[in-house]
């Protein structure tokens, strides 16, 4: 059974900083590019950033030089620090893993992200 579990989020002033964490389990972790999404209110959901299993990472313009994403393949965990947020950073924040182009990809529960003015 495949689990994709978030962790850290929570509410925070304009300007702060959290870290959101996803534990994996159920799939060959180091395989599998994994990435974070977000939904906001009467929002489709949306890339913020990815990670290749060769730790290639990529980006939404929107988040770039405030976000980052890593892994740790021996936790089978994936971390996304967001630094410099901003109100419209608010948005449920999902875990996925993909396996290669073609392949499954599993979804998280999410976690909720408020950024406060």
């Known amino acids: 059974q495949v689990q994709l579990v978030e962790s850290g989020g929570g509410l925070v002033q304009a300007g702060g900083s959290l870290r959101l964490s996803c534990a994996a389990s159920g799939i060959t972790f180091s395989i599998n590019a994994m990435g974070w999404y977000r939904q906001a209110p009467g929002k489709q959901r949306e890339l913020v950033a990815t990670?290749?299993?060769?730790?290639?990472?990529n980006y939404a313009d929107s988040v770039k030089g405030r976000f980052t994403i890593s892994r740790d393949n021996a936790k089978k965990t994936v971390s996304l620090q967001m630094n410099s947020l901003k109100v419209e950073d608010t948005a449920v924040y999902y875990c996925?893993?993909?396996?290669?182009?073609?392949?499954?990809?599993?979804w998280g529960q999410g976690t909720q992200v408020t950024v406060s003015s």
């Open positions: 990670i290749t299993s060769s730790r290639s990472t």
């Open positions: 996925n893993s993909a396996l290669g182009a073609t392949g499954p990809r599993y």
